[in-house]
Each structure stands twice: as structure tokens, then as C-alpha cells.
């Protein structure tokens, strides 16, 4: 039996399917770190983190991703269920910046106070401002 030699990508948000491709490779924000994914890869459910997601091996797009999942089947298909997701091609950048500075500042403002749910949001808001950013830049 031949090793297969492409992953179908679909890139899911709520709102709908934002890429669907066929490539031979995919670079992910892990919970745990960046992971790379080639075609063969055994199945596997991993959490993602914002940040940015590199299709393709050789011929790469970047795409930042928000907080999610994603799955490997048995046939080679590749689910990256998020959030969100832009296209770095697509990311206004100086809205980007702006969502990052704001972020930073509603962090400073809670300090040393402990951890509740406004404080994750912030963090959330920092996290997916910085990866349209570094999936904007080449």
C-alpha cells in the first residue's frame, strides 16, 4: 500500500470553511508547542492556541488561528476547527496593532489581581492580535 502523498486541509469557523486544500504539509499553534503534520500522519485530536498556521510545505499560505482543535482522520483529511482564522494576505495590520496595544493595557490593568474570566479574555485578545500580526508578516 502506497503512503498517501497529500492532507485535505479545511481551515472551520463558525461562520463557515475559510480554506479547503490540498497540501503537503501543515505547521499548527499547539497547546504544547508547534507541531508540523505530513501526509501518513497517524489520527490525532490536539488543542491549538492562537497563533499562526503554515499550509503547505512547499508552497506555504499562512493563516492566523484563534483558540481550537484539530483533528487527523484515518484517510489523511485534516480538521482545523477554530474561533477564528484570517488569511495573513488579509490582516489589516494597523487594526491588528491597535487590538494588541488595547489588550496590553486591559492586562496592565489587572496586575497582580488573581486569574477570573475578564482576565482570560484579555490574555485571549492578546494572543489572536499577535498572531494576525505574525501571520501577516513573511
Known amino acids: 500500500m502506497a503512503l498517501p502523498t497529500k492532507l485535505d486541509v479545511r481551515v472551520i469557523t463558525p461562520r463557515g470553511v475559510v480554506a479547503h486544500v490540498d497540501t503537503d504539509g501543515l505547521t ?4 504544547l508547542g508547534e507541531f508540523e503534520l ?4 497517524v ?4 488543542a491549538l492556541k492562537p497563533g499562526v498556521l503554515t499550509v503547505g510545505d512547499k508552497h506555504r499560505t499562512r493563516y492566523a488561528v484563534s483558540i481550537g482543535y484539530l ?13 477564528q482564522a484570517i488569511a495573513g494576505t488579509e490582516i489589516d495590520v494597523e487594526a491588528a496593532r491597535t487590538d494588541l496595544a488595547a489588550a496590553k493595557n486591559a492586562l496592565d490593568h489587572w496586575g ?10 484579555a490574555v485571549h485578545r492578546l494572543q489572536w492580535a499577535q498572531a494576525r ?6
Open 43 to 46: 489520527p490525532l485530536l490536539t
Open 112 to 121: 497582580d489581581k488573581p486569574v477570573n474570566g475578564d482576565w482570560k479574555n
Open 38 to 41: 505530513l501526509p501518513g500522519h
Open 133 to 138: 500580526l505574525d501571520a501577516s508578516s513573511t
Open 28 to 31: 499548527a499553534p499547539g497547546e
Open 71 to 83: 483533528r487527523v482522520d484515518p484517510a489523511n483529511s485534516i480538521e482545523v476547527l477554530v474561533d
